[in-house]
């Protein structure tokens, strides 16, 4: 019986957790909290990020929406463009524009231009007498052939670009609405422009035709200062009605 006591006296002992050994901690609270501190904060950025990309993007939208708008109101424009007629009285003989003709105003000198050896672009200038101030109304055709993967789509969408570049160095530029007219079967679309004459306190005047004839790109520039202006440029836009083909 002595042996019996003592054997079940050590299995009960045997059974006790040691006071000596420190009793297990519990571990991934920790973890989890950390893990759900981090989702939120990438929820944060995220979300900013989304709303910078949100408002990246509707700026994007907003101007393609007004240039797809401007482009269709020219489009409906060169439909119903209305057809320009010359003044003959106050032209002169017409000339050779390789394969184009136009009649410059009358008293209007050609100038000699160094790029129409160039096969690519073709440029005609005709200067007015000069004015007491020693500037001269100019009237001013380019061709130019387009290569093929710098072909424009359409009128509508040349004509921006186009004067987008023409402005560039002619300070506090403005420019009428666009529109668009027929010339001797071409169409082309026009704006009347305003700019600080460059070194002087005055102001210039002008306009721009442009069209498009197969790959090529046509355009047609008049300008002259104030005050002197109102008498040039309506001789300049006489002289671009009579523009036609061969």
Known sequence: SEDRSESAGAATTSREPSR???APKRQGRGCFGTLLIGCGVLFVLSALACGGIYFIFRETIDTAVAKV???????DEIQ???ELKPDPKHLADEVELGEYRLRPPVNFTPANLANNKDAHSRAYRWNGAPHKDNTVPILVVTITNMAPNDKFASLAGAFPEIVRGFK???PNWSNTPHKAVKINGLVFTTTDWTADETGKKGKVHGFIYVALDGDKVIQ?????GEPYH???LPLCRSAAASFRRK
């Open 220 to 224: 047609i520039i008049g300008q002259d």
């Open 20 to 22: 000596s050994s420190p």
């Open 168 to 170: 560039e160095g002619k």
């Open 80 to 82: 119903k463009a209305e």
């Open 230 to 232: 109102t008498d040039s």
């Open 69 to 75: 708008q401007d482009l269709t109101r020219l489009q």
